[in-house]
């Protein structure tokens, strides 16, 4: 038998309808061409399964015992192959129980999970999520092998590899918010009032500075961090009980007015605004149950955005 790299399959196409018609011409309409061309068909297969298939009687065509052999293992491996090549099914996420892993900051954890949760629980109460901290690394291979669905997070922080996917979700701008009844923050800070006050840096990282003093340092100034912490948590409730400075994205400062007595003020300085994107790896690109969780991951991000 011919090597299956130089078999083409079609010919097995061509193979069930002549099974099925018994008779060139009619198999020759069944599959849109030329009673020559499907002749020509039928030499192939002939050459190819070096067997006659259909021989001439006086009751017509009729099959030779090689070719009644190949009917049914034909067609099962018709029907697989039509199986692979259909779009894949729609995902029912009323009835999944899936489980989506996704990695993210707390702040866009503060900003996005809660109401992608509520989201999620009322349409799709048997899915379930898990949110992890994003590494310090971009975890890459987690995307690969499917242990990370996606990662959200600032595009500059994040620096994600070029061969990633990666959607824009909502932009913010930073700013700075105080206490109410601050002794020397009372409206949009000069650079010399913001610099001489004791400020608190978030830096989950643990680094000592952050993207603002990158900015005073070409200005040639610097501004003294008293205290570090790790994470949101706890950062409005500290701000509220004492004088520092807390610099951060105008979402976020805007949601902890709602727990604490804050006030935000612009930084002075001119610091550009920043993406927060959703990434994923091209490999679950077209899978739908991926596509279910980004675009209900898409809708929380428009309301976010004021959309």
Same mark, same amino acid.
């Given at each position: 038998?011919?090597?299956?790299? +130089?078999?083409?399959?079609?010919?097995?196409?061509?193979?069930?309808?002549?099974?099925?018609?018994?008779?060139?011409?009619?198999?020759?309409?069944?599959?849109?061409? %030329?009673?020559?061309?499907?002749?020509?068909?039928?030499?192939?297969?002939?050459? /190819?399964?070096?067997?006659? !298939?259909?021989?001439? +009687?006086?009751?017509?065509?009729? =099959?030779?015992?090689?070719?009644?052999?190949?009917?049914?293992?034909?067609? $099962?491996?018709?029907?697989?192959?039509?199986?692979?090549?259909?779009?894949?099914?729609?995902?029912?996420?009323?009835?999944?129980?899936?489980? @989506?892993? *996704?990695?993210?900051? &707390?702040?866009?954890?503060?900003?996005?999970?809660?109401?992608?949760?509520?989201?999620?629980?009322?349409?799709?109460?048997?899915?379930?999520?898990?949110?992890?901290?994003?590494?310090?690394?971009? =975890?890459?291979?987690?995307?690969?092998? $499917?242990?990370?669905?996606?990662?959200? $997070?600032?595009?500059?922080?994040?620096?994600? =590899?070029?061969?990633?996917?990666?959607?824009? !979700? @909502?932009? &913010?701008?930073?700013?700075?918010?105080?206490?109410?009844?601050?002794?020397?923050?009372?409206?949009?800070?000069?650079?010399?009032?913001?610099?001489?006050?004791?400020?608190?840096?978030?830096?989950?990282?643990?680094?000592?500075?952050?993207?603002?003093?990158?900015?005073?340092?070409?200005?040639?100034?610097?501004?003294?961090?008293?205290? *570090?912490?790790?994470? @949101?948590?706890?950062?409005?409730?500290?701000?509220?009980?004492?004088?520092?400075?807390?610099?951060?994205?105008? /979402?976020?400062?805007?949601?902890? %007015?709602?727990?604490?007595?804050?006030?935000?003020?612009?930084?002075?300085? /001119?610091?550009?605004?920043?993406?927060?994107?959703? *990434?994923?790896? =091209?490999?679950?690109? /077209?899978?739908?149950?991926?596509?279910?969780?980004?675009?209900?991951?898409? +809708?929380?991000?428009?309301?976010?955005?004021?959309?």
């Amino acid at each position: 038998m011919s090597n299956l790299r +130089t078999f083409d399959l079609n010919l097995l196409v061509a193979f069930d309808v002549l099974m099925r018609e018994l008779n060139v011409t009619r198999a020759a309409e069944q599959m849109f061409v %030329t009673q020559s061309a499907m002749s020509h068909i039928l030499n192939r297969l002939r050459q /190819k399964l070096d067997d006659p !298939l259909l021989v001439k +009687t006086p009751a017509g065509m009729k =099959p030779t015992e090689r070719a009644l052999a190949l009917i049914e293992p034909v067609r $099962g491996l018709l029907a697989e192959l039509e199986q692979l090549i259909q779009p894949p099914l729609e995902f029912e996420a009323g009835t999944s129980q899936r489980s @989506f892993a *996704i990695a993210a900051t &707390d702040y866009l954890e503060f900003l996005l999970i809660p109401a992608l949760s509520g989201l999620i629980n009322r349409i799709a109460p048997g899915i379930n999520i898990h949110v992890k901290r994003t590494e310090t690394s971009f =975890p890459v291979a987690q995307l690969e092998n $499917g242990s990370l669905d996606v990662v959200l $997070g600032f595009e500059s922080v994040l620096d994600p =590899p070029a061969q990633l996917q990666c959607q824009k !979700l @909502f932009d &913010d701008e930073m700013v700075c918010v105080v206490r109410q009844n601050h002794p020397v923050i009372r409206s949009a800070p000069s650079l010399e009032e913001y610099i001489a006050g004791p400020h608190m840096l978030i830096s989950w990282k643990g680094n000592p500075a952050g993207i603002i003093d990158q900015y005073l340092q070409e200005l040639g100034v610097e501004r003294r961090i008293k205290l *570090i912490v790790p994470n @949101f948590l706890s950062a409005p409730l500290i701000v509220a009980q004492t004088d520092m400075i807390l610099s951060l994205p105008y /979402k976020l400062a805007e949601r902890f %007015t709602t727990f604490v007595p804050l006030e935000i003020f612009p930084v002075p300085l /001119k610091l550009p605004t920043y993406d927060l994107v959703m *990434i994923w790896h =091209p490999l679950q690109d /077209k899978d739908p149950a991926h596509l279910w969780l980004r675009d209900k991951i898409t +809708t929380i991000g428009r309301t976010v955005n004021g959309l």
